[in-house]
Structure formats: structure tokens, C-alpha cells
């Protein structure tokens, strides 16, 4: 399967090291994208993995231009998880991956009730994965909590439901696992003043609890 794998990352046009480097796709909304007022977490993410000395290439559609180059990625601002499992399988095909990181659960209301559907989305995702990369290690995060309330009051017990998909869906050889990014993250001094989206502490500290996670594994 790894050889499998190879020969299509090679056949897409890469380098034998960049084919052989862990191809990262971090999935996600306008946390995962970044945006001209917040900061994103994926530029100190990339520093702190490639310190560690992690063989790796974010991957995906979308691009963050950056003093180190171009951060590919798939992050998608004022969209939620539901529409991102309608695109990961095309995304996928184009730009394979063998590590997904999924970051997703605003962009709905309390009122929507949307905790179910959301964690269908997840469900969804790492299927897709599965079926087109048997190999792919997913990591799954635990939303950030937001200040914007009551239309984000419903993210606590969205992170708990994802914590039991986490565990329902881990295997040996399919493994997910859980990312906290809500433990210890404050929405009135880690947000900009929408206290939603990240400001440069709140994504330094969600970049050091996504570093943490995939040194982990990757290393």
C-alpha cells in the first residue's frame, strides 16, 4: 500500500522526497484558513514540525503565501462541517494525503441543534479518507470554545461527541486520534475581538497542541 501510494504521488508530478514526506491536509474553516485580520495557526504549526524534525508538505486546493513559502491547505472560511464532507473526496484525489487534520464545528447555530449532524460530517470525512488511502492517519480536533454566545453554546458538547467518535472509530491500523484545543484556550484573551477566531496567542496555542499531537505520531 505505501508503494501504491508512492507510485501515485509520483505519478502526480512530486519529487521522490516529497512522495516520501508525511503529506498533511488540514481541513477546516476560516480557523484553518486564517484571514487579513486573525492569525493562522498553521504557520507557527509548520515552524514547530519542521524543528522537530518531521519529514512533511501541507497539501490541499487552497494557499497561505508565507515568508517559507506556500502553506497548502483546505480551510474554508464561513463554512461548516457538513459542507467540507461534500468536498474532501475531490480534494483528495487532486492533492493525496496521507495525514488529515480536521478542524471543524462552527458556522452553525444553537438553535440548529447541530451536533449530530456535525459529527455525521466527521464520520464522513475519515471514511472518505479510508476508502481512498487505507494508510491515512486522521487526527481530530476538539473546537476551540467561542465567546460569542449563545450561538456557539452548543461546542462543549460537540467536543464530547467527537471524543466518543474518536474512540468508536481508533483502530491499529486505521488509527484517529484526538486533538484537545479547548482545554486551557480563553476566548477573552485568545481571540480577536469577534472572540471567535484566533489571535496570535490563540493560534500559537492552538498550533502547540496540533505540534504536540503529530510529533507524537509522525516522528
Known amino acids: 500500500m505505501v508503494l501504491r501510494f508512492l507510485c501515485l504521488c509520483l ?27 486573525f492569525a493562522t495557526y498553521r504557520i507557527p504549526l509548520a515552524a514547530k514540525l519542521q524543528a522537530a524534525g518531521v519529514r512533511f508538505v501541507f497539501v490541499g486546493s487552497q494557499k497561505t503565501d508565507t515568508p517559507q513559502g506556500p502553506l ?3 480551510g ?26 480536521l478542524q471543524a464545528g462552527h458556522n452553525h447555530f444553537i438553535e440548529e441543534k447541530p451536533v449530530a ?24 480536533a476538539q473546537v476551540i470554545p467561542s465567546g460569542k454566545l449563545p450561538k456557539y453554546s452548543y461546542i ?3 467536543n464530547l461527541a467527537l471524543a466518543a467518535l ?19 484556550f480563553d476566548p477573552a484573551k485568545d481571540t480577536i475581538a469577534d472572540l471567535v477566531h484566533p489571535n496570535a496567542a490563540g493560534a500559537e496555542k492552538i498550533a502547540q497542541r496540533w505540534s504536540e499531537a503529530l510529533i507524537k505520531v509522525l516522528k
Open 166 to 184: 474518536v474512540k468508536e472509530l481508533h483502530r491499529p491500523e486505521q488509527p484517529v486520534y484526538l486533538v484537545d484545543l479547548a482545554t486551557g
Open 156 to 158: 462543549p458538547e460537540l
Open 117 to 140: 449532524g456535525i459529527v455525521t460530517a466527521h464520520r464522513e470525512m475519515i471514511a472518505t479518507a479510508r476508502r481512498l488511502n487505507p494508510k491515512s492517519i486522521v487526527f481530530v
Open 11 to 37: 505519478a502526480c508530478g512530486l519529487s521522490a522526497a516529497e512522495a516520501t514526506a508525511f503529506r498533511i491536509m488540514a481541513v477546516g474553516d476560516s480557523i484553518t484558513q486564517g484571514g487579513k485580520t
Open 76 to 101: 474554508y472560511g464561513g463554512k461548516n462541517a457538513e459542507f467540507l464532507a461534500t468536498i474532501l473526496e475531490a480534494r483528495l484525489k487532486a492533492n493525496p494525503a496521507n495525514v488529515l487534520m
Open 72 to 74: 497548502w491547505h483546505e
